[in-house]
Structures are given as C-alpha cells and as structure tokens.
C-alpha cells in the first residue's frame, strides 16, 4: 500500500487560525476535494504527461477528465459573486482556495494551472468592481464544462520585466489607440499559459503609451474569437508539457468596444490591478508547487520502506533519516508562509491593499522561500531514490519539470527576488524613451 501519516491529513497540515470562518466548513470541503484529487486525478498522472512519447492527444483526454472531476465539483463557480451564481461564503477566499490549490497540486501542477488561470483572468475585473464585465464573461463558468482563460501578459522584448514595478509598464509595447467607441490593439505576446487554447477571452496587459508609465497600462478584455488575433505554434516546454499551452500571440488591429477595458468607467488605476495580480500569482503558486513535495513525500516512503540497504531498509539509515528531516522540515516551513500571506491578503482593512509595498514585497519574499525549498526537496528525494527517481513510473521526475517551470513564471527567481526588497529602499532604473512605429 502506499504510505500513509496522519500528518497529511487536511485538518493536521492546514493551520486553523488562517481559515474563513466557519473552519470547520472549510476542512469539510477541501477535504472532499481530497477525495476527489485521489479518486480521479491521481490514476491519471501519466496520461497527463501525454505518456512516455508526451503524445498531445493522450494528454487532451486526460485533461478533459480530470478538468470535468474539476468542475464537477463546483469549484471554478467560486470565482462569481453570489448574485452572479457563485457559492459565496467560505469559498470567497484566498485561503480556501490555496488550500485547494496544493490538493490539486498533489496530483498535477498543470491542472492547478488550469484553475489558477480562471482565478487570475477574472481577478482584475473583480477588482476594478466590474459587475457588467464579469456578468457577461462569467457565463461560461455556470455550465459545468471544462472552460479556459488566459492572461496575456509577456512580451518578446524582456519577457516579464514588464511586471518590475521599478519600469512602471514603459517596456510594455502592445499599445491601445482609442478609435471612437473601440480600442484597436497592436502588438505582440509570447508565452502565456493557455494560448491558442482559450475559448473565454485573453485579459491584455496593454499601453496607451509607454511614456506615459503607470498613467498609460490598461487592462483589456480580448474576447477568444477577436479579429485580428492569431497565435503561433505551441513551443515545446521541458515542465507542464502537455497539461499547458504556450505559443506567440498577435494581435493587428484588434478592435474590442471601449467598455472592455477593466477599469473603464471607474476611478481604479490599471497599474495597481497590475500589483495585486502578481501578488496573487505570487502567494498561491507555493500552493500546488507544495502539493507536488507531499506526494514526492510519499513516493520516497514507500520506496525506502521495501529497499534494503545493507540488511536492512533504506529508511532506517541516519543519513536518510536526518535527509527526509529536512525535505519535511521544508514542507511544513512552505505552508506556513504562503498560508500567512493569503490570510493577509484576505485582509487589506489591517495589512494594505495588495499593490501597497508591504503585501508586494511579502508576496514575494514567501515566493521565493517556497521554490528554493521545494526545489531543494525534489532534488534530494531524486539523490536518494537514485535511477528509480528518474524513471517515468514513479511520477517525481515528472513533478521536478512542472516545479521547475513554475519557478520560471513572472520572471523567475531572480526577478522575484528584486521584489523582496521593495518595501526595504527605493531604487529605480531607466526606462527607455519609446518612439512609436512609423509602419
């Protein structure tokens, strides 16, 4: 049988002073969602992989069942408002929502992505208390059917440097001319989770001119089906390689209504959505990166209680028992800091709004001790189980790609860490002077 510690248990690993009130209802639910992980999604983690050969089709069907078990369980609803058809209550929070996060993760980081996708294409328009924009782009989620959605962020011309809060959105070049009632779109993206794949829309991070700074980012719903935009070839990645979709994405000409733009008719300043969205991806992506170490936790368990070192097995052995010390010291460490954060997050009235320095520079810093740690954990568990580790079977190489490719978002590691030290000293750098195309 696989191994098994009461330590793992939902109501044992998840602190209740973070949790919404009632906590009681919270454990009830990730707790079915447990269930839900193991019974459905668990069995088909290599298929998610698309197999041995990563054959996409493989892959799609997997996706489309673990997806719907995702659905069925009423999950993504939890994004609307009640009024809009959402559950409300408990649901409504960061909190409950990492916690499902890292249940999820346990069995595939990509799906998690899948999810997480919904949360951060719907965030700002939430945010920006958008009702209209979520009324009619949050339809989709009352179906039951597995839909996608894209934040359309990075750029060819440095990437996610475009989300250093020290450039104030001056290297963004997907630029929004106001056309009467329409905004027309032109530029170019390259890497967004989802694309070409979506089928709810693509939230545009977007200029009206990169010299104007923080004063010139707009926030832009492009529907999926808009003129004008088209995608490139999907680029093989080493992590998440068929569970996520990235490819170019162009946009000429693209023409939305005016009303598309997140923060249109309110007095929210795109810059700030902007903060509270890496802020966001920053505290719950520990969530499922987490979930991968505690099933990796098991794996190696239940390796090294059958394998037999010297008469006797590997587990007993000091040097793997001070090993899985500090693999489980990690793990435990992770969960406390990105639960604490979420809980602050939940609650700007005592610790700031999310764009404030405090929360961003926080964010990150619990960003960073996570991927350190559960990048320092898969390693060792790879060290010790040998050649066993690396084999397709037992799923941790597998978990070491998708960890690694999470590690790389919003910039990576050392763009986040620039972060940390934002509510410590100002420092600024040059943003260059754009001159728009004469074509």
Known sequence: MPYYHPNFDVRKKFCEVYLPEPAEEVYDIVDRFHEVVDEVIMPLRRDLDGGFGHDQELADVAIAKAMQAVYDFGWPMAILPEEL???????????????????????????ALDVSLLYWFYSPIKFAGRMDLLEKFGQPLLDGKHHRATMSLTEPAGGTNIDDTTQHGRTIRTIARLDGDEWVINGQKIWPSGASRSDIGYMTLCTTDPNLG?????????????EGMTFGKPIDTFGMCCTDTNTEIFYDNVRVPVEYAVTWGTDVRDAHLFKELA?????????????????????LLDFSRDRLIAGKPMREHSVFVHALGGILTQWTTCRAAYMEVCYQFDHPEKYGMPWERFIYSKAAAVDQVTMMGVRQSLQTIMDLMGSYGSAPEYHVEKYMRDVKQAELWLGGRFRTQMDVMLDYYDYEWAGPKWEPSSK
């Open 85 to 111: 058809g959402g559950p409300g209550g408990v649901m409504d929070s960061t909190v409950t929502y990492a916690m499902l996060i890292e249940e999820l993760g346990r069995a595939d980081a990509g799906i």
């Open 214 to 226: 923080e004063d010139g980012i707009k926030f832009i719903v492009v529907p999926a089906d808009a």
């Open 279 to 299: 802020v966001e991806d920053k505290i719950t992506t520990p969530g499922y990166v987490n979930g991968c170490v505690q099933t990796c936790i098991e794996i």
